[in-house]
């Protein structure tokens, strides 16, 4: 047994090696008899950004609502009527005494971003402004509009803001409140590179210039690091139990936890490594094209926007990563290989069947996952397509739910495999990343790369997950121009060449840790920063 059930584990437990000692003691809540068990809590630091890393549904969300005050944790004893009074006996002498008095006084107010900004049109309707304007309680609100870019849609409707239009709002709306907490679940669904670094950095300056407690949830690597002062580990199995760490330096957190192993827990979370390589990973395969392009162009109405592809090649079975900001013509280009758009200049000889997962998923239909699934592969249910596309991606819980039940992290899971169980030439995928936790992106980009291998397919991968584009493309296609004005697409290039392309645009350089090789953004204005940008290595520094 492992200690936390009296017989044998009955959740198929991952391997317990030694008992750590988070799971020795009680819980901090259970929800009831063999219901969910929280073990360890985060501690919010004025001051400071506190993440927490880990999969959905591991009690992060119960430990902030513990933490907010809005429920009091039941140290395990879920018959009995919890107090705040046993909880605070039994955190008395640890770093977190001091805050849970007082939150018993009832003295810490909290503001939250919620995880899923798509459902706030839903429980608001209104005016863009009118929902901020209740929120300016530090006088911040115009510089936040301004650096987040939100200006323009003040004035619109909520409900006809895109995504990250809206998770800029929310973002504003959270970080505009004067109060002690903030608790931020994701940031940077929807948002570009550019958007995701600023909101890091407005997120800092809360903290640090306002001394206030941030706790940020977030499964973006590369921004969680940006972001972080210390970082507590979430493991367990979602939906039984989970353990939130003690703090680790942020650097050592994420290293452990690609790892898959946590030093001082003694504990393993996963089985294999995640690994990073310093250079290119793999050389492009100089497979038959799949399609040679020439120069195009193709501008919408009186030229408010226009795009220009600058000719290439797309080679059969490679992954090309796509990056660049958001409204700045891929999706248009994308529609122009498919035939369903015709270039002013420049001529397609080709027209693409082209599977489309959109960035914006659209499937809320009362229709059943695997009904859904099976409409659109008749290999649905074999053992083969269960190897190669519904293990990785986690559909064998969910394949009796109703597609409109479904949380945006199951939506976008069943949504790639929709895509990759097409038969096509190309398969596009626009932010697959978005609203997977950290190990269901580990996952989702493995059964995306063996896919394509396995299937001599090529596929078109846009994402601003710096980790995700690094671990899945072969080469990759940079965007760059002013967004909703003008774009232009370079020419496919080599990953490293592509990568200092894409960045020095943004004026950001990466380094890679020297123990796991994983790109870590460099403190703007560093030595290592101004060695890099002097050299032009934005990426690969050697
Ligand atoms: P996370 O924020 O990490 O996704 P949550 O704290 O929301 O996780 O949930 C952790 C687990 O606790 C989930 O399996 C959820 O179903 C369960 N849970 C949440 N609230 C309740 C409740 N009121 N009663 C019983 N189980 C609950
Ligand atoms: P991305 O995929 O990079 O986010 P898109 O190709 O979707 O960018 O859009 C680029 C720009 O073109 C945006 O400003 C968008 O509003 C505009 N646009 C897209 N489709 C149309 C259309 N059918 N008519 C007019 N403008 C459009």
Redesign the pocket.
């Known amino acids: 047994t492992c200690g936390i059930c009296v017989e044998k584990c009955p959740f198929d437990a991952i391997e317990i090696i030694n008992l750590p000692t988070e799971l020795q003691e009680d819980p901090v809540h259970r929800?009831?008899e063999n219901?969910?068990a929280?073990y360890g809590l985060p501690v919010p630091e004025s001051g400071a950004v506190t993440g927490i890393l880990?999969?959905?549904?591991?009690?992060?969300?119960?430990?902030?609502?513990a933490l907010a005050g809005e429920m009091v944790p039941n140290l395990g004893n879920y018959d009995d009527e919890a107090t705040w009074e046993a909880v605070l006996e039994r955190y008395r002498g640890t770093e977190l005494q001091n805050y849970i008095e007082r939150v018993r006084e009832e003295k810490v107010t909290i503001a939250r971003k919620p995880?899923y900004v798509d459902q706030i049109p839903k429980q608001f309707d209104g005016v863009t402004s009118e929902l901020l304007a209740a929120t300016d309680e530090r006088g911040k609100l115009d510089e936040y509009v301004e650096r987040l870019g939100i200006a323009p849609v003040v004035d619109q409707p909520l409900d006809t803001l895109s995504g990250g239009e809206l998770q800029r709002v929310a973002l504003a709306a959270t970080l505009a409140r004067d109060r002690d907490f903030y608790f931020l679940?994701e940031i940077t669904p929807y948002l570009d590179i550019g958007q995701r670094v600023t909101a890091a950095r407005l997120i800092r300056e809360l903290a640090e210039e306002e001394d206030k407690a941030v706790l940020a949830?977030e499964h973006d690597l590369a921004i969680l690091d940006l972001l972080a002062d210390t970082l507590h580990i979430?493991y367990g199995e979602?939906?039984?139990y989970?353990v939130v760490t003690d703090p680790k330096s942020v650097r050592n957190g994420i290293n452990e936890y690609l790892k898959g192993y946590l030093s001082n827990e003694n504990m393993r979370i996963r089985p294999d490594e995640i690994q990073f390589h310093e250079h290119a990973p793999r050389e492009t395969t100089k497979s038959a094209p799949l399609v040679d392009y020439p120069d195009l162009s193709k501008s919408y109405g009186d030229g408010e926007f226009s795009l220009d592809v600058e000719g290439g090649t797309i080679y059969q079975s490679e992954v090309l990563g796509i990056v660049g900001p958001n409204g700045i013509g891929k999706s248009t280009l994308a529609q122009m290989f498919a035939g369903s758009l015709e270039p002013d200049e420049g001529e397609l000889d080709f027209r693409l069947d082209i599977a489309y997962k959109p960035q914006y998923i659209d499937i809320d239909q009362p229709m059943r996952v695997d009904a859904f699934l099976s409409s659109i592969t008749e290999d649905f249910g074999t053992s083969y397509w269960k190897t190669e596309v519904a293990n990785p991606l986690q559909l064998g819980r969910i394949m009796e739910r109703n597609l409109d039940d479904l949380s945006g992290g199951e939506r976008q899971r069943v949504a790639i495999a929709a895509c990759l169980s097409e038969d096509a030439d190309l398969y596009v995928l626009d932010e697959p990343s978005a609203h997977l936790d950290v190990e269901q992106r580990v996952q989702a980009t493995t059964a995306i790369r063996r896919y394509a291998e396995n299937h001599d397919a090529t596929v078109m991968v846009i994402d601003h997950d710096i980790y995700m584009i690094d671990l899945l493309a072969d080469r990759l296609m940079v965007f760059d121009g002013e967004p909703s004005e003008h774009g232009h697409a370079g020419t496919p290039q080599e990953m490293r060449a592509g990568m200092n392309d894409f960045l020095s645009d943004l004026d950001i350089t990466f380094r890679r840790d020297e123990r796991t090789q994983r790109p870590r953004i460099n403190k703007p204005g560093s030595q290592l920063d101004s060695k890099q940008k002097r050299s032009g290595e934005y990426y690969y520094s050697s």
């Open positions: 929800y009831g219901a969910f929280l880990g999969p959905n549904g591991i009690g992060k969300t119960t430990a902030v609502r995880q679940d949830v979430a979602p939906g039984a989970g």
